[in-house]
C-alpha cells in the first residue's frame, strides 16, 4: 500500500484519462519510473502552455504509450521536477496532496506543494 505526502494512505488521481506511470489511476512509483511521475495535479491551460513551451507537449494524444494528450480539468500524475520546475515559473497547476505519492518530499518541499493544495 502505498503513501502519500500527508503520510496517510495514496488515493486514486484519476481513471479519465487513466494516469499514472503504471496507468492504473495512481501516482505511484518504481524503479523504472525515472521521471518521478508522483504529483497528482489539475492541468491548467498556463500549466500545459509551460510545459509544451519547455518541450513537453501534453496536449497531442500519443495512443502507443496510451496518452490522450491533455486539456485543462484533466487530472494527470506529473513528474515531481518539472512540477516543481513549473512553481518555480510561477505555472504549477494545484495538487490534490492527498493522490500525491510521498516519494515526491524527495524533491520538491512540502511547504511548496501546500502553496498549490486544491
Known amino acids: 500500500m502505498s503513501t502519500n505526502v500527508l503520510d496517510t494512505t495514496l488515493i486514486s488521481c484519476c481513471y479519465e484519462p487513466l494516469t499514472g506511470f503504471y496507468r492504473d489511476g495512481y501516482c505511484k512509483t518504481g524503479p523504472e519510473d525515472v521521471g518521478t511521475h508522483t504529483v497528482c495535479a489539475i492541468m491548467t491551460l ?6 509544451k513551451n519547455q518541450g513537453n507537449d501534453l496536449t497531442t494524444p500519443l495512443p502507443m504509450y496510451k496518452f490522450p494528450g491533455l486539456k485543462p480539468g484533466d487530472k494527470w500524475c506529473l513528474c515531481a521536477t518539472r512540477w516543481k ?17 510521498k516519494k515526491t518530499l524527495e524533491l520538491v518541499d512540502f511547504s511548496l506543494l501546500l502553496e498549490h493544495k486544491w
Open 46 to 51: 498556463e500549466f500545459l502552455e509551460y510545459s
Open 85 to 101: 520546475q513549473a512553481a518555480n515559473a510561477g505555472a504549477a497547476p494545484p495538487v490534490i496532496l492527498q493522490a500525491t505519492h
